[in-house]
């Protein structure tokens, strides 16, 4: 796509996408420009026009058009989501970029064809994870028991070890169960994220074919019937695959 060029614009880059023709999304980029593509071969780089700074600020009003523009993108093309916040002095410059990367480009696009990342959570449901999880380890309860009643004081250093192995067991519990539901989901990668609140057991992406979501869903389903109602699991998704990719940089030459 023809576009004048303003020297005091440069192009704004959100993804590589799989595709054979030149594209225009829209105003849907920041500050609503269009995005359209630049093309090489097979392969097309999404911009949109920006000023050429230095970097750009981490706020939402800039991140959610990014993000948006790349799950759109997905919807329709195999995508591979760009670094954010770089921005190309001109198109030339976007065009030699694809140029030098071609060849890796095509591999990942050739990885990710067809494929969608998945997010399963497994929480407790419970109202009180201490206490249920000890109720369930009776080394930890017995552990728990001596402490309370015991007829000396309760030192720091009591009360530390045993917060220490309070959570040595439960991150191996953790472990266990995450090893064991990804062993029978269907075939796909899968990335264990980081647990970021206490009632969390797994955190896991999951890449995966789109023709065998509904498998995934029936799969999960009979997994949370089959751990009890202690247990809750959701599956999110689908989602542009974000974790199985080292989001691609330009390379620029400035």
Not at 67 to 74: G, L, M, P, T, Y
Not at 96 to 121: C, D, P, S, W
Not at 195 to 201: L, V, Y
Request: proline share 4%.
């Amino acid at each position: 796509m023809k576009n004048n060029e303003n020297s005091n614009y440069g192009r704004l880059f959100y993804a590589v996408i799989s595709i054979d023709r030149e594209c225009n999304f829209g105003p849907v980029g920041l500050d609503n420009k269009a995005v359209y593509s630049i093309n090489y071969k097979d392969i097309g780089a999404l911009v949109s026009e920006y000023p050429r700074v230095d970097s750009i600020k981490l706020l939402r009003k800039n991140l959610a058009p990014y993000h948006d523009v790349i799950k759109k993108a997905s919807e329709h093309f195999t995508t591979i989501p760009a670094k954010f916040g770089q921005i190309a002095r001109d198109s030339g410059e976007v065009d030699i970029a694809l140029r030098k990367n071609y060849q890796t480009i095509q591999k990942e696009i050739e990885r990710l064809a067809g494929k969608v990342e998945m997010g399963l959570k497994i929480t407790w449901s419970v109202d009180d994870v201490f206490e249920y999880f000890i109720s369930k380890d009776d080394k930890l309860k017995s552990l728990r028991n001596q402490l309370m009643n015991s007829n000396k004081s309760t030192n720091q250093k009591d009360l530390i070890d045993f917060g220490r192995y309070f959570h040595e067991r439960m991150n191996q519990f953790r472990e266990q169960v995450t090893e064991k539901t990804i062993s029978v989901l269907p075939p796909g990668e899968a990335r264990i994220e980081d647990i970021h609140d206490d009632k969390m057991i797994t955190n896991v992406a999951l890449l995966i074919r789109k023709d065998i979501l509904e498998q995934l869903e029936d799969i999960i389903d009979k997994l949370g019937k089959s751990m009890g109602s202690e247990y809750g699991l959701k599956l999110d998704g689908p989602y542009p695959p974000f974790s199985f990719v080292e989001r691609l940089e330009l390379h620029l030459e400035r």
